[in-house]
């Protein structure tokens, strides 16, 4: 049974840093790519960034420079380093698996319960 569990997630200050962990297991997920997505109240779920196991990496033109996806394939999992966060930013992050990159949810078959980011104003 496959399973992503994130954690990391809590109440910062603007300006300040979180970093948001996927451990994803259940089965080899060495040729996926693993990506994160959030939403927002009342908002639907939107693409933040993905990676592949060559460390490829894409990113939403709204993250770039403050956001950063690694990941660790021995370990089967992803991070996302969040820095210079702003309220904007605030939502339940969503770690996801899927066999390609791509920005739409419907293309990534697994998924993780969320964790939720808070950022002050």
């Known amino acids: 049974q496959v399973q992503l569990v994130e954690s990391g997630g809590g109440l910062v200050q603007t300006g300040g840093s979180l970093r948001l962990s996927c451990a994803a297991s259940?089965?080899?997920?060495?040729?996926?790519?693993m990506a994160w997505f959030r939403q927002a109240p009342g908002e639907e779920r939107k693409f933040v960034a993905a990676?592949?196991?060559?460390?490829?990496?894409s990113y939403a033109d709204s993250v770039k420079g403050r956001l950063t996806i690694s990941r660790d394939n021995a370990m089967n999992t992803v991070y996302l380093q969040m820095n210079s966060l702003k309220p904007e930013d605030t939502a339940v992050y969503y770690c996801?698996?899927?066999?390609?990159?791509?920005?739409?949810?419907?293309?990534?078959?697994?998924w993780g319960q969320g964790t939720q980011v808070t950022v002050s104003a």
């Open positions: 996801a698996v899927g066999l390609r990159l791509s920005t739409v949810v419907a293309d990534y078959g697994y």
């Open positions: 259940g089965r080899t997920f060495s040729r996926d790519w």
């Open positions: 990676a592949n196991w060559m460390h490829i990496r």
